[in-house]
């Protein structure tokens, strides 16, 4: 979970930035399509800055802004949906009418728009159309439509039990199904399916999980850290099915859901499924606006798009080749765009070799840098812990840390520094007093 | 709480000590302040006493072939083995090996047995490799083996004159006492004749660090001084000696600059030594292994004695030559026979002794004449002449010379019989009959010490499993060899009687040993008995020995021996010496299980002068292989400027069972003295040299465990074992031999890093931890050693198991090497009580309790505040 940084609910007052000429108005509009966590980054950003924008918030959701990350925690009833906040309840709250005294240094207000979608976006008119009718001006718009759970490659439209979990709604449906002695069954063990396996479980569930590849979160993980982790999750009752994927889904003759068969003729009985194989960009709005997209909404390194004024952000975006799916750039795209949107300085947008971390039913996760199996290797296994620590030329480049994830971060800035390890070595892969101290003595 | 006075069962100072019971245990042992040995003071071994109870590597039951048998199929078995041994290959083919550390009436009836009933003279003692040449230094000069001195001597000569005695380390107490009376008599003057700079130098005004065996020459050449400068007693040696003439003449006209020459001395040390001993009519000297344990031994302790007899300095308070034994009993064993040449109390094998011993045993077949001598039995076994040997309390794989001899000797021999309280040692790997023998404080019997002070030892807890007292399964043997009538013992307390009654028997003042005084002890009086010195005639005065210038040989003079001193041979490489460390004893099947006794000197160690170190390229710590062509040994370097260039010490207590390859034996040629058959243990040519190594370890383990290393040595932790292994394979295959042994039901957590060559692997057992092995290409790179010594009683909370392999704990700070062993305060307490002004030894004991009981870390706390001085000052 992404440690929130402190916040303050109204901007320092400073020099205020020169309104666009051309607009009547004294503010400028904003609008983010998009109530995700993306969204509330920008906010939690633009709320440390000072600007002269009006924000319009329009999700799909009747829930804005909560965080999306914790959703499995929910489903396992570990937290709380009072948890998921990630803004201020006041911010969240209908808007007021706009009569406010533009000529005072007040801050931009937040509106938010929920339980309705954005249907169309005029970027000459410079509106945005709801699926309820109503128009949004802006002078700036972001998309923020983050993205949605990659379709199965297998028929099973219209099974009853064929279920996906992605919004705090879809949580509230799975809380809600009788659990007991019934069997789920969680299709990919990326880290989506993982969490949502790790709450079928705690909901009591039986619970298994399909994977193509053999290696569970094989994009996060090397082999050992993924059967570390593998038998954590065992050890909590989870099952796996590794390096086989789902060829049909059978159902009974009420259209309920009753097995799925495997590409290697095995069948597994079935009464809930769930498929976490991927998650797809939310692009179609842009596409549809005439801007430019690939997987994701094209970006630059400002987040700007192919329209002028018109930003995107998230999961829904692409830079360069890259996709985005964790917390850790995606504060970052919103840090750039906050700052370019309120024309504050700021660096731009680079891809970095984010830590991934994580934490999967209690099991902690850590990895940086590459885990190149050529270069020299630190491994420490055992006690349901499993590091591994990979050495070039008595540099640190990479690290795997699954049980105990001490000293990752120190080991994100060994790696990034590229300095060289020396003594540290002997005590490295315990972190950095014991290795320090080690180096010292 | 009640308590039980008894004696201490390690060396020949003979402590008295006052086990304090309860609830059926030994709670704790402390010095007998009425001990006349030692009037309270214990060393950190006597201290430590109460550790070494208990089953731990006990051995409990009778096995034979492998098998747990009953006692009656032992006795069975190993009656009728001897009898067909000795049926099929005549009596010399069966031999008793026995020990110094055997109760006289365990030696008694032994002795009795073979000698008396089973017409072999093969009784010999591992008391052989301790004092035997003085034994017959004493027999040559004096009649009789007989120690003119007491301890009381030594505090109150004026002249300590210390030769081949590391006394502080051997003999702590008598050490002590020695300070003690330098302390009170800042005027005693001690002079310390060793190769080594040893702790027993702290006190010495004098060390002379001469070359290896070539005392005699120094003593010849005092003979030769006291002659030319005046100093002899005319009167006593024309009242009361003879040979002093041919003495003079073997001695010829070496001087101080000859003797100089010779033993590598300065003349001027020499010159002053001379006129020391010349001025001072109190003078003592006190020797021990250094010159005893040399294949010219006898003429050593001659050479010493001599000094004395011309002097007229014996048989008087605060003077005589004082022969210190090694073993608790090697005296007890000297009075009842134990040695191959001697038959019993004092009486050898002219035919007039044999048949008056004969008469009083009534005995059915008695040995002829004397048997075979240690060295010479195992070589008589090897060569396949002996077929039968009973070994008792004693680990010669380990103790004689050319153990590869040894082995062959053990091999080769059709059947034999261990007695232990030991299950494992390098001997008993060997027994086709295991006997399980109680052990100190289990049994019951007497003692002599150095100063012929004969003590009870008490039994003060049960023994334990089947273990039975030594003089109890010999009587059952003779029993089943159809001898009970003879051997017919109620208890040690009729054992004693009849030895104390052969002694009188016929005696009339012909013998000095003669203690028919207590052969009318009724059991109470047995059982009660203080510590009593002999002679303890029935009937008349018991004087000291020799106070009336009368001696035992036929004419009642002493005899002043013509000794041709000789030098060792030469060889090639460089000289051996060996010896004890301060906390362990013997081959460590006692102490070394007592984790405290350990810390001082802790893995296998070989010590050598620095300069010839940093000529072979040797740092501290690294392994050496030290060879010759009886065999090899390989131990760390211990680099000490104590040692003369050209030597090294290689301790004596290192078996197969706490090490790879330490037994100092194996370097030791079968070289013995012509008179006493003792072994040149303390002498021989090796060459040493580095030994290249890939891997280090440190395991801690709760079991010992099977490693075939170049290099491994093990001592008791708390818990369990600490290990320290090094070998020419990388850690990756070490690794590999050893994740074998390690507890295949633990539950693992290991680190590689396989290009650095650095392995950890943690195995616990539940919340218990089995062990924790640490493997590094560096030495250097290994967990601090204090670390590992504690890591028995270490529970990490559930998730922080694999913590440990850090090796490390930011949390505990180690107190560094052992220094004193009784309150454990190490070097690194030490160093921050000097830090913090603390000056002296005394204001060190204040502020930490170090040196305050045993006091036998003393010298070493002094080099402590020396060093820091230095350091200081520099």
Redesign the interface.
Known sequence: MPRHRPRTTTAPPAARIPRRPETGDMRRKLVIVGAGMAAAYVLQELAQLEHDLDVTVIGDETEACYNRVLLSNVLAGENSEADLAMLEPAMLEPAMPETDSPETDSPGTVQFVTGTRVSAIDTDARTARCADGSEHPFDALVFATGAGVARPGVDCSGIIGVEVFRTLRDARELRALPARGRRALVVGAGLLGLEAAHGLNELGFDTRVLHRNPVIMNRQLDTEGGAQLQRDLEARGIHFDLGVQIAGVAADDNGRLCGVTLDNGERLPADLLLFATGITPNIELAAQAGIATARGIRVDERLRTSAPGVYALGECSQFGEHCFGLVAPIREQAAVLAAQLAGVQHPPFCLQDYPTQLKISGVEIYRAGELDDAA??????????YRRLV?RDNRLVGAVLVG?KRGGTWYSELISGGGEIGAL???L??GR??SE??AA? | MPNCNTTCPYCGVGCGVTAQLAGGQVSGVLGDGDHPANAGRLCVKGTALAETLGDEGRLLHPVLAGHRVSWQAAIAALGSKLQEARERHGPDAIAFYLSGQLLTEDYYVANKLMKGFLGSGNVDTNSRLCMSSAVAAHKRAFGEDVVPCTYADVEDCDLLVMVGSNAAWTHPVVYQRIEAAKQANPGKRIVVIDPRRTASCDLADLHLQLLPGTDAFLFAGLLRHLANNGALDRAFIDAHTSGLDAALDAAGNLDAAGVAQVTGLDAQEVATFYDWFTATERTVSMFSQGVKQSATGTDKCNAVINCHLATGRIGRPGMGPFSITGQPNAMGGREVGGLSNQLAAHMDYDPADVDRVARFWGATDMAAGPGLKAVDLFQAAADGHIKFLWIMATNPAVSLPDSALVRRALARCEFVVVSDCTAQTDTAAFADLLLPAAPWGEKDGTVTNSERVISRQRQLVPALGEARPDWLIVTQVARALGLGEHFDYRGPEAIFREHAALSAFENNGSRAFDIGALAQLDDAQYAALAPVRWPLPASGPAIEPFCDGRFFTADGRARIVAVQPQAPAPGEGMTINTGRFRDQWHTMTRTGRVPRLSQHRDFFSISLNPSDAAQLGLAEGDLVEVGNAQGVVRGLATLDPGIARGQSFVPIHWSGQFTAAGGASNLIPAITDPYSGQPQSKFAHASIAPCAVASWGLLFSREPLVMELAYWSRIAVSGGYLTLLADTAAPATVYAQLARELGADC??????????G?WRE?GRRGDTLHYALFLNRSRD?LPERGWMTGLGSETPAA?E???L????S?ERESAGKLVCSCWEVGETQIARAIEAGADSVETLGAALRCGTQCGSCIPELRQLLDQAREDCAA
Not at chain 1, 376 to 385: D, T
Not at chain 2, 747 to 756: L, N, P
Request: no cysteine; net charge negative.
């Open positions: 020299e290797q630190l491994v420490l296994r055992g006690n349901g812990v050495l105990d070595r002997a005590g892969i315990f007093d014991v101290a080690l003595a | 539950e693992r957590a290991g680190y590689e890093d396989s290009v650095g650095d943690v790179a998730g198991w694999h913590q392999l850090a090796g490390f930011a």
